[in-house]
């Protein structure tokens, strides 16, 4: 199992960023998928998730109205639109996929993770 991702970079504040993951070995038709981030000396955040068959979402408070998240089956790849960046955002985003509990609940217990990506929002 592999998952890919793409699209990192630096961007200024304000700015745009769409973020892909590929998976290969799984379907991210049968997984709930998220994308998570991780900054230097902070713990792992959940920014958004979506469930197995794209119906439900999930953003918290930091993500909400800026991030989206899509999946395209016959791709087999999920996306993260990311607008109005701030500096805060800067972190290496992680795909994932696994249970939508997990993924909301217990990033321990999910399955597949990717390599990561780098996002740096600055001037």
């Known amino acids: 199992v592999q998952l890919v991702e793409s699209g990192g970079g630096l961007v200024q504040p304000g700015g745009s960023l769409r973020l892909s993951c590929t998976a290969s070995?799984?379907?991210?038709?049968?997984?709930?998928v998220g994308w998570v981030r991780q900054a230097p000396g902070m713990e792992r955040e959940l920014v958004s998730g979506?469930?197995?068959?794209?119906?439900?979402?999930f953003y918290p408070d930091s993500a909400k109205g800026r991030f989206t998240i899509s999946k395209d089956h016959d791709n087999n790849k999920v996306y993260l639109q990311m607008n109005s960046l701030k500096p805060e955002d800067t972190a290496v985003y992680y795909c994932?996929?696994?249970?939508?509990?997990?993924?909301?609940?217990?990033?321990?217990?999910?399955?597949?993770w990717g390599q990561g990506t780098q996002v740096i929002v600055s001037l």
């Open positions: 994932a996929a696994g249970l939508f509990s997990d993924l909301r609940n217990d990033l321990t217990n999910v399955p597949f």
């Open positions: 979506i469930s197995m068959g794209g119906g439900r979402t």
């Open positions: 070995g799984i379907m991210f038709s049968s997984y709930a």
